[in-house]
């Protein structure tokens, strides 16, 4: 194609990559269910290769997963510095693009060594498996013979070795194939040929390559047990059968009888806010982002018989279907007729069924993740059929109380109800009083106590409906008082006191008298539900005993009741969590299969799915699930009908044709001159002219609205500047030559939008249409000028400079990104910022826009030559705009940018992420080093080890902690951090060395998740030396060793290990000195240790008070049973240590067994000393680094 000496073409390489591009596509290489893919290639079809593989990375669209397919290519004498280009030139004569083609092939080329290294990149991070053929014999030149050209001329080397390897050959010889023969002849095999098992080798590692991942580590040797298995085992070793002897005081066994679980009924739960964790944010933003018809548009739908519409609503079942073009006004008419009163009219005479439902869910690709994913429709559709029938919660609610009852289950948890009656019946068989006696007396009381599981239920009844409290501030107060249950119960229900909680409980504009009324209610619902005081009342009368040991009684039952309060709270933390996490999606689809599958009623569900062409996965899934909506489950009683629109995809039309529908745009002209005449007023410029020319619009427009749209804004455009020329004659004809000029098809439209773009605004423009099409979070109109001047950038140290420079200059006024993009991108209303202010945020004009950001040629139309040149993308200017947006702290976000940069580019971002950065919640400033290994960034990782290949042995102490928390924020998967674990131990890291990640991993391991579990045996593994001196967690003038720093169950596998259950720190202090003293010298008592105070537990967030006592209580009994012992700490803060373990409802009798407390020296006098005072500032001093770094 290039070397055809008669063509008049002046394509260049880019054009070239496009029609390969386009020749891919229609074979199904952008479908999920296409095959691997290899290529091969020759000469200059190698650059058309490389710049096809550059392109497909850049594109953003379906063509990325062209790429995606590609495992490997082999090049055959492929210039990548440049070759012989007399050839050329004597072939291409004076073509037009006879410059721009030898320049670009010439040694030294700059086109080609750029080139090399983004595919050279992509190959990396996209691991793939490239091979490299060189020739060894000259080639003979081109001589022109009678008109024809011949290669008899004088021989030269047309690629050399170095050039078609870049150096591979000798760098890297097991990815290169010498063959010995000429340019020409290196790809025409005969038989026999030397070659052929040479690349057919060569090709079957191609074809056989799959993604490189690091080797899986080796299985450590203990087993994986759970923190409760860990403690079972260590309860066994002691004498004692289980956990439950411990609390139950050595009863087990006790027949509880049938008993109700509370968590069966609704009144339990706060249904509200498990709907509340269901439903997606921004759910209905794309249907109110929607324009309004133009006036009477769309009504032929309800009146036309022919359409089947108002048939099909009446009567009809399954699916109907209405598709049409792009921008054709389906999404339109889909919200008019959804909120038209007809359709609900027709709905509800369909059969009359007693329970009638719907749902609408509007795709929107150019939105937030939920707006275009599976999980957004699924998390839409349930939430919306649960806040419109309540009898469906009851339908899902058994899949919360079978999650509330494994929850419990993990924890060795059982129901208040169970807990009481198990307590009472232990105390009846003890043949002592602990409660009450008299059967009504204790009925009554139990049952008071039971209304402590229903606090929602309860100051419904008592305060709001007394109140007649309605609406979202009642709403509100509701969730106030759940979540501040327990400081308000500590007042004991003093109107006083709860009139001087901070933040206040009720809104500050009611009136006195209200108020007064309300506290005085809400002290009534202290009382009732107030778990502590109903115990107390259930108590029997202090003095009296059966076997006359009253004080041994008393301190029982006081015991009793102090863990049935605790384990209430850990019940009640439980729920909480359930009603306000979010759903896991297999969690929700459950429960959407749950209603489709249902019995118990007769139910009509009625959904509205707009733009299914905007699903954000397999195109055949999504066609298959629709088709899978209303199928007719076997004795349901639930029955499903689906209006939905899309593009006619051949997908959609192979699955769908069949269904009921119409193809909007075939009836849609009259609607069209309705929109000329709505966006038309006697104040546009040549108005009566563009009128005139409604008939043409209607018949070029083919019912693209959209295309309506920007003609008319376009003639009114050229109408002004003839108005304001003077040039009024002719008006109309000058109008319609300009109407023919304009494309009619949406892209090349397009195309010519973006070629009116002034050029000093065009990279400004390339900018803002990259970020906005690559950025996974709305960004704010405000901000545009911002990220413009953050793109500019070229090294991380101008960055901050620059956003503060845009902060206080003058900011772009709402004109001007619609000036410099053309029009593409328009500002609207999503969602309120923190301040409740509503934001306004860029969004392209239609997802018609997006898909020509996305398509792989847009950076060379809009950049012409500086395209060749330009290595970034979206991706790279976001990241450079949020680190600086984020006082260069790195997110979650930023990393995933950081990724996709490389992915897309095939390019490092060292220069983007150097510098001071900070991950917050670890308090730790990064260095390249530590970002490479916490984003996985490959080409970071290669371009550090080419400069330092003991960068990541020496660069930070800090790398599991880094690790630990990418893969906790979903930066990592577990793949990719036990890979990054067994690399960075591979290259010198010590994993011993960060015992704070050994803690934070530990702390991860702790829940009930498997992936944790995975992570915490790989990072043991890592450990080479169990006994080694570490630094201090709080401290550098100090030293110990792992085991006194770690958790329960990294404790259990180094006590398994031989670690020594005594070993001392500089200080003197053995691991059980470190676990009990560590919240005294805070001076916290071990309840209010919290993710504020303790640095460990905030690693996930999710931890609290609970779950710190229960780990120090599980470390004190593994390193007492393995022979642990005191040398500093005190007696008395032995004591109060157990003492907290008692009130929480712990069983202390375990210590006793071991005569506790012991101490290495008998000489210890309990003399803290400076230590704790020392730690102390130290936490201070750190808390107050982060703290500055964040002002």
Not at 510 to 516: G, H, L, Q, S, T
Not at 707 to 729: C, T
Request: net charge neutral; with cysteine.
């Amino acid at each position: 194609m290039i070397m055809c000496s008669r063509s008049n073409s002046f394509q260049k390489v880019e054009d070239l990559a496009v029609n390969l591009v386009n020749a891919l596509k229609p074979g199904g290489w952008t479908l999920g269910t296409a095959p691997a893919l290899a290529f091969m290639a020759h000469s200059l079809g190698g650059i058309l290769l490389k710049q096809t593989f550059v392109m497909l990375a850049g594109s953003g669209g379906s063509e990325d997963k062209i790429l995606a397919k590609t495992t490997g290519a082999l090049f055959f004498g492929v210039p990548s510095q440049g070759m012989e280009t007399s050839d050329i030139s004597a072939l291409l004569g004076h073509q037009p693009n006879i410059h721009a083609l030898v320049s670009e092939l010439s040694v030294d080329s700059q086109f080609l060594l750029q080139l090399e290294r983004q595919v050279s990149g992509l190959s990396h991070v996209r691991r793939m498996k490239f091979f490299w053929a060189y020739e060894t014999q000259t080639t003979p030149t081109l001589t022109q013979v009678s008109g024809n050209f011949q290669r008899n001329g004088m021989e030269k080397i047309l690629v050399s070795r170095i050039s078609a390897t870049c150096g591979r050959c000798d760098s890297d010889s097991a990815s290169t194939i010498q063959i010995d023969a000429n340019h020409s002849n290196i790809v025409k095999f005969s038989r026999g040929s030397h070659a052929i098992p040479l690349v057919t080798d060569k090709l079957r590692e191609i074809l056989a390559h799959r993604l490189e991942r690091h080797p899986e580590l080796s299985k450590p040797h203990y087993p994986v047990l759970s923190s409760d298995a860990l403690m079972q085992a260590a309860y066994k070793r002691i004498g004692l059968g289980s956990s439950d002897e411990l609390i139950d005081g050595g009863v087990a066994g006790t027949d509880l009888g049938e008993l109700s679980d509370p968590a069966s009924s609704p009144d339990f739960w706060n249904i509200k806010a498990i709907i509340r964790s269901i439903r997606p944010s921004q759910r209905d933003d794309r249907l109110h982002q929607i324009e309004a018809r133009a006036g009477c548009s769309f009504e032929w739908a309800f009146n036309r018989s022919d359409i089947g519409l108002t048939t099909w609503l009446q009567k009809g079942t399954g699916l109907f279907w209405i598709s049409g073009r792009p921008a054709s006004g389906k999404s339109t008419m889909m919200k008019f007729i959804s909120n038209d009163e007809r359709t609900w009219r027709l709905l509800r005479d369909w059969q009359s069924r007693s329970h009638q439902v719907q749902a609408s869910f509007f795709f929107h690709h150019r939105g937030t993740a939920a707006q275009k994913s599976f999980e957004g429709l699924m998390r839409s559709i349930l939430s919306q059929l649960l806040e419109r029938d309540p009898d469906i919660v009851g339908m899902i609610l058994p899949l919360v109380q079978d999650l509330y009852q494994q929850r419990l289950k993990a924890q060795n948890l059982e129901s208040l109800p169970c807990d009481l009656t198990r307590r009472i019946k232990i105390a009846d068989t003890r043949n002592s009083i602990g409660f009450c006696t008299k059967p009504k007396e204790r009925a009554r009381k139990s049952a008071a106590v039971l209304l402590c599981d229903f606090p929602l239920r309860e100051f419904r009844r008592l305060v709001r409906t007394p109140m007649d409290g309605d609406g979202p501030v009642w709403d509100a107060l509701e969730d106030g008082i759940l979540c501040r249950k327990d400081e308000i119960l500590s007042t004991e229900g003093k109107v006083s006191e709860l009139r001087k909680l901070k933040p206040r409980i009720y809104p500050e504009d009611w009136r006195e008298a209200k108020i007064d009324r309300y506290l005085s209610l809400t002290s009534s619902w202290c009382d009732t539900v107030d778990l502590r005081s109903k115990l107390r009342d259930l108590r029997a009368t202090p003095g009296s005993s059966k076997a006359g040991h009253p004080d041994d009684d008393d301190e029982w039952v006081q015991h009793q009741c102090a863990g049935i309060t605790s384990r209430q709270r850990a019940r009640e933390q439980i729920r909480f969590k359930l009603e306000t996490e979010r759903w896991p999606d297999s969690l929700v689809s459950k429960a959407i299969n749950t209603i489709m599958e249902q019995k118990a009623i007769d139910l009509d569900i009625f959904l509205f799915i707009d733009a299914v062409d905007e699903y954000d996965g397999p195109t055949d899934f999504i066609a298959g699930f629709l088709h899978d909506l209303v199928k007719q489950r076997d004795n349901s009683r639930t029955r499903t009908k689906v209006l939905f629109s899309s593009r006619p995809w051949k997908v959609f039309v192979e699955a769908f044709g069949s269904c009921p529908g119409f193809q909007i745009h075939c009836h849609t002209e009259n609607d069209v001159r309705e929109l000329c005449a709505h966006n038309l007023s006697l104040s546009t410029p040549g108005c009566h002219e563009i009128f005139q020319l409604t008939g043409e619009i209607v018949r070029r427009a083919k019912g693209v609205f959209l295309w309506v749209k920007l003609v008319l804004h376009d003639l009114a455009a050229y109408a002004r500047r003839r108005l304001e020329a003077g040039r009024v004659q002719d008006l109309r004809r000058e109008l319609l030559d300009e109407l023919q000029s304009l494309p009619g098809d949406l892209a090349d439209y397009y195309e010519t939008i973006v070629g009116r773009i002034p050029p000093t605004f065009r990279w400004e423009a390339y900018c803002l249409l990259e970020s906005v099409a690559r950025s996974i979070e709305p960004i704010p109109s405000r901000e545009a000028e911002k990220l413009v001047k953050c793109a500019n950038m070229d090294a991380f140290t101008d960055g901050h400079s620059e956003l503060q420079g845009a902060a206080r200059g003058r900011a772009w006024d709402r004109s001007h990104v619609g000036e410099i993009t053309g029009g593409l991108i328009e500002e609207i209303v999503g969602d309120p910022s923190r301040s409740g202010e509503p934001r306004v945020i860029l969004q392209f004009i239609h997802q018609t826009v997006l898909e020509f950001v996305k398509q792989p040629a847009f950076k060379y139309m809009i950049l012409g030559a500086v395209g060749h040149t330009t290595e970034e993308n979206g991706h790279s200017f976001l990241v450079k705009y949020l680190l600086n947006r984020g006082k260069l702290e790195v997110s979650p976000t930023i990393l995933w940018h950081a990724r996709e940069a490389e992915r897309s580019t095939g390019v490092s971002q060292l220069s983007l992420l150097q510098g001071e950065l900070m991950i917050r919640e670890l308090g730790l400033l990064t260095s390249p080093a530590i970002l490479a290994v916490t984003g996985k960034l490959d080409l970071l990782i290669n371009q550090i080890l080419q400069r330092d290949e003991r960068a990541f042995a020496k660069g930070s102490d800090s790398f599991l902690s880094c690790i630990a928390w990418a893969f906790n924020c979903k930066v990592l998967t577990l793949d990719e951090a036990i890979a990054m674990l067994h690399f960075i131990a591979e290259h010198g890291f010590r994993v011993e060395c960060d015992v704070r990640g050994l803690r934070l991993i530990d702390l991860l391991s702790r829940r009930d998740i498997p992936e944790n579990k995975e992570l915490h045996k790989a990072a043991l593994e890592g450990c080479r030396a169990l006994d080694m001196r570490v630094m201090d967690l709080q401290s550098p003038d100090h030293w110990g060793h792992i085991i006194h720093y770690s958790g329960a169950m990294t404790a259990r596998y180094l006590l398994d290990q031989g670690v020594d259950p005594n070993s001392l720190d500089s200080r003197g202090w053995t691991p059980l000195d470190h676990v009990v003293d560590w919240p005294y010298q805070l001076g916290a008592p071990l309840g209010l240790i919290t993710d504020t105070t303790n640095p460990f537990w905030s690693a996930g967030g999710a931890e609290d008070s609970g779950n710190y006592i229960k780990e120090t209580f599980e470390m004190c009994v593994l390193l007492v049973e393995a022979g642990g012992l005191l040398n500093k700490v005190p007696r008395d803060t032995w004591a109060r240590v157990v003492a907290d373990f008692r009130k929480h409802g712990y069983y202390v009798q375990v210590f006793r067994r071991y005569n506790f407390p012991k101490y290495l020296s008998s000489n210890h006098r309990g003399s803290l000393g400076a230590p704790g005072t020392n730690l102390k500032a130290r936490w201070e001093r750190l808390t107050g680094k982060i703290k500055r770094h964040a002002g």
